[in-house]
């Protein structure tokens, strides 16, 4: 139990980047007329990039802070498993384990920074 206290912060923080900007753009969709939403559709194209690197970051502060710890990256994981089936379709799925995968890197990076430079 622990372990997920430590994590609690950094969950949430991933679960708001992972809803709140296709919200916003749902939104925003809704309420602006044709001539907006080829551009707003193009950045709902990039949503889930901005997830891998929002994973990448949130990987890095906690690497960073806390050092090693693997739950943050199944988090970020599970976390994004409804935005596949609410945002994105079937094929999103593969971003499940690119996020795992970022928030990994970003761990390990956090972690050599930390070491390297002193923890706060």
Known sequence: MERFERTLPYFITMIVFFYALPIILIAVV??????YTAAI???YNMLPMFDLCCGL???FFFGRSKGNDWLV???AGVA???CVYIFF???AWIYVV???LATMLG???GKVFGDRFGRR
């Open 30 to 35: 809704s309420n602006v007329g044709e001539e």
């Open 41 to 43: 559709g193009s950045i």
């Open 57 to 59: 970051v949130v990987g």
């Open 73 to 75: 990256a199944l988090e």
């Open 80 to 82: 994004f498993i409804p």
């Open 89 to 91: 379709n079937s094929t």
């Open 98 to 100: 690119l996020i795992i």
């Open 107 to 109: 761990i390990v990076l």
